[in-house]
């Protein structure tokens, strides 16, 4: 069965402190690997898309990467404004549409 | 551009009743999915529309439908409302192309059933 996992499930740093998000996933051949920010009452902003194990992608503090069973998410030096909900979803191959599989995402809380 | 926009943004229903939200993609974007989130089970598939048709369909009963319209726009259908159906109804639209599979997600229509 396709699945998506994230850890940790909350992380709190001190402003400045530089972390790693988790999202490991087993899905039946991977089309594409993505990347949303959730503030709470608003829906997913869309932030990256990987496809291929070796793939990177940076935005201002972030930096995603893929290997063949997980993805990481840098956060280089955050801010407080970067305190979010992180949501990680696949979308898998040889499927009709796009349904994304979501992982329950990370809770990050930064602090000044 | 506009983004992707959902109405009503809020709405309280009683066991029972059946709901129609409604959805705007973004200019020329010809997919339109919807998804259903709760603190328990997260981001769940709902179905996927594309040129007015239904591509897609996540695990949930039948009491839950949707349509999409020859401008794109999209409505879905709840009946029958039970309690477990309180959430948050978000819908994201994509181009469509075969190129790029990036969905642009609206605010949602937080439903709440009494």
């Known amino acids: 069965e396709d699945q998506v996992t994230q850890s940790p499930e909350a992380l709190r740093l001190q402003e400045g402190e530089s972390s790693s998000l988790n999202c490991s996933y087993t899905?039946?051949?991977?089309?594409?690997l993505f990347w949303y920010r959730q503030d709470p009452g608003k829906g997913p902003e869309f932030l990256f898309t990987l496809y291929s194990a070796g793939e990177e992608k940076e935005k201002e503090r972030l930096k995603a990467t893929l290997t063949k069973k997980e993805s990481f998410l840098h956060i280089t030096a955050p801010k407080p404004e970067d305190s979010a909900t992180y949501l990680c979803a696949v979308h898998r191959l040889n499927q009709a549409g796009t349904a994304l599989i979501f992982g329950k995402g990370t809770t990050l809380s930064v602090s000044s | 551009k506009a983004g992707v926009t959902q109405t009503p943004r809020y709405l309280i229903k009683t066991r029972g009743q059946q709901v129609t939200l409604s959805c705007s993609p973004i200019s020329g974007h010809r997919s339109v999915s919807w998804y259903q989130q709760t603190p328990g089970q997260g981001l769940q598939f709902l179905f996927e529309y594309f040129s007015e048709t239904q591509r897609n369909k996540g695990n949930f009963p039948g009491r839950f439908s949707g349509r999409q319209f020859s401008n794109s726009r999209s409505e879905m259908n709840v009946s029958t409302l039970e309690l477990g159906d309180s959430a948050l109804y978000l819908c994201a639209s994509r181009a469509g192309s075969y190129s790029s599979y990036e969905q642009y997600f609206g605010p949602g229509t937080r439903l709440t059933v009494t």
């Open positions: 899905v039946s051949g991977l089309r594409g």
